[in-house]
């Protein structure tokens, strides 16, 4: 396990970009140095004692974790941190799960003490999958969770996914933006850390280079990829906030030990 850690973009803002590498899912610590409290965007339940420890060492009080979407290649940690610290779990309001605190939608902003972040609609890998952006005085801070990756994006062939509605989502809600806005994806495989929007418009071999849509739609359509190895146990998983379902494969009963023990 690794942490990244990024200098605050203000004296108004505390990050940090964590990383799990089983699912090569970023975590992003945001926190506001005035009253403490943080989030954590797309906690991963592998590493939730080392979140808890870097929440710690810099004194911070988790007030709530702040999912992206319902994941498939992981489960998230949301449930277990609520359990051992007391946050609220955030999930895109449509979801309509009875273990989400908070329901996120476009156009609600969501704070954690002086810090705003603004909730993007941005289907396509998922049908309701959110963004979240943060417009500090240095820069825009986007995290775009699975829809837009450096130099990719994420898959549209299950979880109602959407080609057309991804590039959609993509070209309305993130090109849209100023070319210098930062962007945090939820993954990246090959140990790159952060892509702004002018560069993925330029070179995303997928969505950039003012290709249309149609290419993209044949883009993923033929991408043949393979099947999520977490997926059967992970959504039905994230759909309870992390609660590991019974029938999770003995090879990821490890990360649920702490629920099985109550």
Do not use: W
Not at 14 to 32: C, G, H, K
Not at 107 to 125: D, Q, S
Not at 133 to 150: N, R, W
Not at 205 to 211: A, Q
């Amino acid at each position: 396990i690794m942490i990244f850690d990024k200098e605050p973009t203000s004296d108004a803002m505390i990050f940090r970009q964590l990383f799990e590498s089983d699912s090569s899912t970023y975590t992003y610590l945001v926190a506001d140095p005035g009253s403490g409290e943080a989030i954590l965007i797309d906690p991963v339940i592998d590493t939730v004692e080392r979140d808890l420890q870097v929440l710690k060492d810099m004194g911070l009080t988790l007030k709530a974790t702040l999912e992206t979407h319902v994941h498939a290649d992981h489960l998230t940690g949301a449930l277990k941190l609520k359990d051992q610290t007391g946050s609220k779990i955030a999930y895109p309001a449509m979801l309509k799960s009875s273990c989400i605190d908070i329901g996120i939608k476009e156009g609600e902003a969501f704070r954690v003490g002086n810090i705003e972040l603004n909730p993007l609609f941005t289907p396509g890998h998922t049908d309701h999958h959110h963004a979240y952006l943060i417009d500090t005085p240095v820069h825009k801070m986007l995290f775009t969770g699975d829809a837009l990756l450096i130099e990719a994006c994420g898959r549209t062939d299950f979880q109602s996914g959407s080609a057309e509605d991804l590039y959609n989502s993509i070209h309305n809600k993130v090109f849209s933006l100023p070319g210098e806005t930062l962007v945090y994806p939820g993954h990246d495989y090959e140990g790159r850390f952060i892509t702004t929007v002018a560069q993925e418009k330029s070179r995303n071999p997928r969505l950039g280079g003012g290709k249309s849509k149609q290419e993209f739609i044949e883009i993923m359509d033929n991408l043949d990829l393979p099947y999520p190895r977490k997926i059967d146990f992970a959504v039905p998983g994230n759909e309870m906030c992390g609660r590991c379902p019974d029938d999770i494969p003995e090879d990821f009963k490890g990360t649920c030990a702490y629920h099985d023990q109550g």
